[in-house]
C-alpha cells in the first residue's frame, strides 16, 4: 500500500522554525520526485519546495527561497521541510506528494504531475 502521512505541523510565532516530516511506504523517498505544496484560506495549492528524483537537486519558490529547506533521510524513508523565518504568510496547510517519474523544472509545479498525496498537516504564522 502506498502512503504518504505528513506531520510537524502547529501554532508558532512569526520568526520561528518548524519541521516538517512526510514518511513514506510502499516506495522510497529516493526512486520518487517529491513535492511540498501549501494551499492557505481561499486560496489554490502551490508549490512551495521540491526533490528531484535522479539528480536530487532541489527547487525551491521564490517565496520560500533562503526560509525553507528539503531533505531526504533514506534510512527512516522521510522527508523533511525544515522552515525557519516563518511569516503570517506561510500560514497554511502544507501537503507533501510524490511522483513517480522524472519530472523537469517546469513540470515540478503542477499538481497534475503527482501521484500519491499525503493529508496534509496545518501550520499557523501568528503571534
Known amino acids: 500500500d502506498v502512503q504518504l502521512q505528513a506531520s510537524g505541523g502547529g501554532l508558532v510565532q512569526p520568526g520561528g522554525s518548524l519541521r516538517l516530516s512526510c514518511a513514506a511506504s510502499g516506495f522510497t523517498v529516493n526512486d520518487v520526485t517529491i513535492g511540498w505544496f501549501r494551499q492557505a484560506p481561499g486560496k489554490e495549492r502551490v508549490g512551495v519546495s521540491f526533490?528531484?528524483?535522479?539528480?536530487?537537486?532541489?527547487v525551491n519558490a521564490d517565496s520560500v527561497k533562503g526560509r525553507f529547506t528539503i531533505s531526504r533521510d533514506n534510512a527512516k524513508n522521510t522527508v523533511y521541510l525544515q522552515m525557519n523565518s516563518l511569516r503570517p504568510e506561510d500560514t497554511a496547510v502544507y501537503f507533501c506528494a510524490a511522483a513517480k517519474r522524472r519530472l523537469i523544472t517546469s513540470s515540478l509545479w503542477p499538481i497534475a504531475s503527482y501521484d500519491y498525496w499525503g493529508q496534509g498537516t496545518l501550520v499557523t504564522v501568528s503571534s
Open positions: 526533490l528531484k528524483k535522479g539528480d536530487y537537486g532541489t
